[in-house]
Structure formats: structure tokens, C-alpha cells
């Protein structure tokens, strides 16, 4: 079993910047996949940026402001996010694939104009 806690959300103007974290616990390694995903009031939920073995993936609509990384020995992805615009308000959800999906119960971003 694997499980994950976010933290890390929270109301910031537009412009600024949050760092999220995720702990996992349980049996995640650097092979497994990891990563954020949001869900906007409304919307479906979508992928942020993932990781495995080093390499990254992210949405377009994040490139160049966002950036994911991984401390393996502490078992925890971040995501910083930079120059943050009203439109990354959503709850962003961390992620981990082993066998199987895993998500954390989520962290609220709140982006104000």
C-alpha cells in the first residue's frame, strides 16, 4: 500500500508562487511514477507534471512556470510553481503508479486576480 499527503496549498495573488510537497509512504521508488494533477470547480481532472527515473512530462499549459522534482530518499515529489495565473486555481492532487494508481486527498490552490 502506498500513501500520500500533500501540503504545500494556499491563496496567493497572481504572479506569485507555491511550493507543493508530497510525502509517500509505503513501497514507491525512483522507477515508479509520480507527479501532481489539478481539478478545476468543473472541470475534469488534468495532468500537471509527472516523473520517473528523472525524466519529466508536463502540461502545456504549465511549461516554463511549473517545475517538478524528487527527493527518492525522502520519498517526495515537489512542484514548484511560478508566475501562478488565476486559471491554476483548482485542488491539486498528488499522484504515484505502482501496479496500480494512488492519489492524496488533494491540497487547494487559490489563485487570485
Known amino acids: 500500500q502506498v500513501q500520500l499527503v500533500e501540503s504545500g496549498g494556499g491563496l496567493v495573488q497572481a504572479g506569485g508562487s507555491l511550493r507543493l510537497s508530497c510525502a509517500a509512504s509505503?513501497?514507491?521508488?525512483?522507477?515508479?511514477?509520480m507527479g501532481w494533477y489539478r481539478q478545476a470547480p468543473g472541470k475534469q481532472r488534468e495532468l500537471v507534471a509527472t516523473?520517473?527515473?528523472?525524466?519529466?512530462n508536463y502540461a502545456d499549459s504549465v511549461k516554463g512556470r511549473f517545475t517538478i522534482s524528487r527527493d527518492n530518499a525522502k520519498n517526495t515529489v515537489y512542484l514548484q510553481m511560478n508566475a501562478l495565473k488565476p486559471e491554476d486555481t483548482a485542488v491539486y492532487y498528488c499522484?504515484?503508479?505502482?501496479?496500480?494508481?494512488?492519489w492524496g486527498k488533494g491540497t487547494l490552490v487559490t489563485v487570485s486576480s
Open positions: 499522484y504515484a503508479r505502482r501496479y496500480r494508481e494512488y
Open positions: 509505503g513501497s514507491i521508488s525512483s522507477g515508479n511514477a
Open positions: 516523473t520517473t527515473l528523472g525524466s519529466t
